[in-house]
């Protein structure tokens, strides 16, 4: 049976894209190594590196002064990270949900830390509209997406102070204005690749202005200097990175991923309303386009497990709720077919008949 993979991370890739990194775990490139086993100093692996940077700066449309970064350690590094090089004295943070408030946590233990707004009232269903922003903090952190709560900020905030946006799970799901942001983060393995690299967007002058001394693997700066090759970065995560970049390029970039989003969300999101038995979890105008949360309405509440196995035996892989949350998930990534959502839809529509 065709299965449908709304899993929240890691997540759907393009066939093509699994098929080139599988091929290369066999064979790299006609040398008789695998991937796995040749040296990210080998000469032929530094144009993976490169053509990767290269291709998320275009698509991107990454201006002059930034650099783009591969590491390792998740975006929950990046939450200690961040304030590690920019955190002088204070920082403000937007808190939209549990990675938000991970994010903030990090923060405190480098200074001041003033949240600016929270939606925590209504278990991050909804993100806050208004908000001041103080100038004298070092930076605003966002979290652009809200993997578990549905929830996205789909416009680029103006700040009067660096803004630094954590896009682990809608990065290249829209064109994004990155002049508006000191840096752009995410784990890869919900919109870019496999899991086990992390992404980092950087305006090079937001750095060396704290006082701290940065330990090596934690500044920002060694890894810029070195290209991402300050030590051994996850060459086979790297690659398959290359590949969905490759693949997004294809489709007609960040324009067409838009498109396929807002379509894939439409679908999705009419059925939701539109079906006696659910009911979205996310305020409407905070919807998620990429992870479209739903929950059944209290009266129907006793047929969650009979609805997971439902929609289990129609192939639907990885829809149950986060925990948080509860009722369902469905993940609608880049890789998302339009075939896919209409095969949940029927899934929830034929359920629907039989109650
Ligand atoms: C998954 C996720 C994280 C955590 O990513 P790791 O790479 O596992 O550390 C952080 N932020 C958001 C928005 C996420 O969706």
């Not at 290249?172 to 870019?192: E, M």
């Not at 060396?208 to 290209?227: A, F, N, W």
């Amino acid at each position: 049976m065709k299965k449908y993979n709304f899993n929240a991370g890691p997540s759907i890739l393009p066939k093509e894209v699994i098929e080139a990194t599988a091929a290369a775990c066999i064979e790299f490139e006609g040398s008789g190594l695998s991937l796995m086993e040749t040296s990210h100093r080998a000469k032929n692996f530094q144009p993976v590196v490169d053509e990767a940077v290269a291709l998320l700066k275009e698509l991107l449309s990454i201006p002059e002064g930034y650099s783009v970064i591969f590491l390792g350690g998740g975006a929950s590094l990046e939450f200690c990270m961040v304030p590690y090089n920019l955190l002088e004295k204070k920082a403000a943070y937007l808190n939209t949900g549990v990675w938000a408030t991970k994010a903030q946590k990090e923060a405190r233990l480098f200074g001041e830390v003033v949240e600016v707004a929270s939606s925590k009232d209504k278990n991050f269903t909804y993100i806050p509209k208004q908000f001041d922003i103080p100038t004298d903090a070092d930076y605003l952190h966002v979290t652009t997406n809200n993997t578990i709560y549905g929830t996205e900020l789909l416009r680029d905030i103006d700040s009067p102070i660096p803004l630094v946006a954590d896009m682990s799970s809608d990065i290249l799901s829209r064109p994004v204005d990155v002049s508006k942001y000191g840096i752009i983060y995410g784990g890869a393995q919900k919109n870019l690749s496999m899991a086990g690299v992390t992404f980092v967007i950087i305006k090079e002058d937001i750095l060396g202005h704290v006082s701290r001394p940065i330990p090596t693997m934690l500044d920002y700066r060694t890894h810029i200097k070195k290209g991402s090759m300050f030590n051994t970065p996850p060459t086979v995560p790297i690659y398959c990175a290359l590949q969905n970049l490759k693949w997004i390029k294809k489709q007609g970039g960040v324009e067409a991923m838009e498109r396929r989003a807002i379509e894939r969300a439409e679908i999705v999101y009419s059925e939701i309303d539109r079906n006696k038995l659910f009911v979205g979890t996310a305020e409407e105008d905070s919807r998620s386009r990429m992870n479209i949360t739903f929950v059944l309405k209290d009266e129907y509440q006793d047929l969650q497990d009979e609805f997971m196995a439902f929609a289990t035996s129609r192939g639907m892989v990885g829809v149950k709720g986060h925990r948080d949350v509860g009722g369902f998930r469905a993940s609608c990534y880049n890789a998302m077919s339009v075939e896919g959502c209409l095969a949940l839809v029927a899934c929830m529509k034929d359920f629907e008949a039989q109650h």
